[in-house]
């Protein structure tokens, strides 16, 4: 074999993966450095100030990945032509926003055109969990940006769901029963409003005491919030898979995950077991963070993440 064609064919090998696109750890290691020390100071300023962040950032992960992808697509904001994900009813209430804003910002200045807006995502998801008493764990990046961002794209599960509807919308994703209970887990440290609550007031599923205290804190006119997990809220604990083997569950789909033959046995196991909840939960949160990524040529790095660098996007 001639000696320029050997050169050739292990160039190829090394570099195809690079051409190709593809999720690593470490992916930044080279050409931003500090990408992921950057992100971890923002969301850590932000979460001395509010430690609601980590539910508000599980959320605003899990509904970017559900739609079309772990693409940023849920963070374009909407023009004259087009509502984007922003808009749709699932969205309205998602937070977290001006943290990704933040960090962008700040990379932008450090990395120009490097770091996307999805792994921003990704990783300020990663970063907010440990902070709250989750597993620390390592996340592949490399993720690129999409080109779209539409409301009527979005049709995510509601809270109001039975269990085999919502593991229909899981199974879809490539998600199997133990992976949704897990990732369902998160409510651990989230938050819903009593408009979604009110409806639960009369069921004989509810724990009495439990009826009694949303029944007086949602009995106002005003949509408060309330948490999904009535004893550790701010903590990323097992908790919750305890209050719902309890019948303290806050949302109707939470309750029947403790209620339906497929799923109670995973939540009876989290409930005694909180190193197993964990190990479940890095593994689902990796492999959710791989949903239908945008790698390589694909899709662009945002400048903004707010808007598409590109004009010609659908």
Known sequence: MPKMEFITILMLIFLYPFALGELRVGFYNSTCPKAEDIVHDVVQRTFNQDRTITGALLRLHFHDCFVKGCDASILIDSTKGTKSEKEAGPNRTVRGYELIDEAKTILEKTCPSTVSCADIITLATRD???????????????????????????????????????????????????????????????????????????????????????????????????????????????????????????????????????????????????????????????KLGRTGVLLGNQGEVRRNCRVFNKMSVE
């Open 128 to 286: 907010s969990v440990a902070l709250a008493g989750g597993p620390r764990y390592t996340i592949a990046t490399g993720r690129h940006d999409g080109l779209t961002s539409k409301s009527s794209d979005v049709d995510l599960p509601g809270p109001d769901l039975s269990v085999s509807k919502v593991l229909q919308a899981f199974t879809a994703k490539g998600m199997n029963v133990r992976e949704m209970v897990t990732l369902l887990g998160a409510h651990t440290v989230g938050f819903t409003h009593c408009s979604f609550v009110k409806g639960r007031l009369s069921d004989p599923n509810m724990d009495s005491d439990l009826q009694a205290g949303l029944g007086k804190f949602c009995g106002g006119k005003n949509d408060t919030t309330v948490f999904l997990d009535q004893r550790t809220g701010f903590v990323f604990d097992n908790e919750f898979f305890g209050q719902m083997m309890k019948q303290r569950g806050v949302l109707t789909l939470d309750q029947n995950l403790a209620l339906d033959p497929s799923t109670r046995g995973v939540v009876s196991e989290f409930a005694e077991n909180a190193a197993s909840f964990r190990e479940s939960f890095v593994d689902a949160m990796v």
